[in-house]
């Protein structure tokens, strides 16, 4: 099947079906992604439904927000669980959505999500984080390698995978259902609205020049599959 479950109604909707809304503790383990498409490794997280051990942490804290509460490395609870796909938005990273990951986790739903490479906060390029098919390829790697976990990959449902993000991660969640954008039309759009997008500001401000910007012939698909889990 392909993975098509990426509106906030569907999401709604893997939440209000995952075992009965029973609650569970939050579960959290980091996992490193080998991926062709990058030269090195990537990290990443999973939150998942957990009884009560492991360590007891707090993830996504800072000066600004609070953050939410996990148990590290904590069993699973019994049973399979709708997955989510989440990305984080240009510049952020996956502790800027820990707390909506843990919600999901403990109404009964396995999160992963990865810290994207070239657009994340630590490791940010504005001109090859425009690259955006490579943050679907990214989440379908780290699909891949925890599907494939001997702890975690059971309690997978692979029926019923979703996808969720913040901004750039939104439409990193839109891509993966196999929407595409419209280069010319985010050049034009820009050159109409100039610095009263702080998007358009930050590329020109990097020098990016979109109008140079071609379509890459022999894209990969930003289309997922969610059971062969190999690109269509």
């Not at 098509?4 to 980091?30: F, N, R």
Request: aromatic content about 6%; hydrophobic content about 40%.
């Amino acid at each position: 099947m392909n993975l098509a479950g990426i509106s906030l109604s569907l999401l709604l909707a893997a939440v209000s079906t995952a075992s009965a809304m029973e609650s569970y503790q939050s579960g959290y383990k980091t996992i490193q992604v080998e991926a062709r498409h990058h030269v090195a490794p990537f990290s990443g997280t999973v939150f998942y439904p957990a009884i009560d051990d492991g360590n007891l942490i707090v993830v996504g804290e800072n000066p600004v927000f609070k953050g939410a509460e996990a148990r590290q490395d904590a069993s699973p609870a019994q049973g399979q669980f709708p997955v989510i796909l989440l990305s984080h938005g240009l510049g952020g990273h996956t502790g800027t959505l820990a707390w909506l990951s843990a919600g999901l986790a403990q109404r009964g739903v396995i999160v992963v999500s990865v810290n994207h490479p070239n657009s994340t906060t630590r490791d940010f390029n504005m001109l090859t984080g425009l690259d955006h098919w490579t943050r679907v390829q990214d989440l379908q790697a780290a699909l891949d390698q925890v599907a494939a976990d001997p702890l975690l990959g059971p309690h997978m449902d692979m029926n019923s995978i979703h996808a969720a993000g913040f901004s750039y991660g939104g439409w990193t969640a839109l891509s993966m259902g196999g929407l595409t954008g419209d280069l010319a039309g985010y050049a034009a759009h820009c050159k109409e609205v100039g610095s009263a997008s702080t998007h358009c500001r930050d590329l020109a401000r990097a020098g990016v020049d979109l109008d140079a910007r071609t379509p890459i012939s022999g894209m990969p698909p930003t289309r997922m599959s969610a059971s062969s889990r190999s690109w269509r």
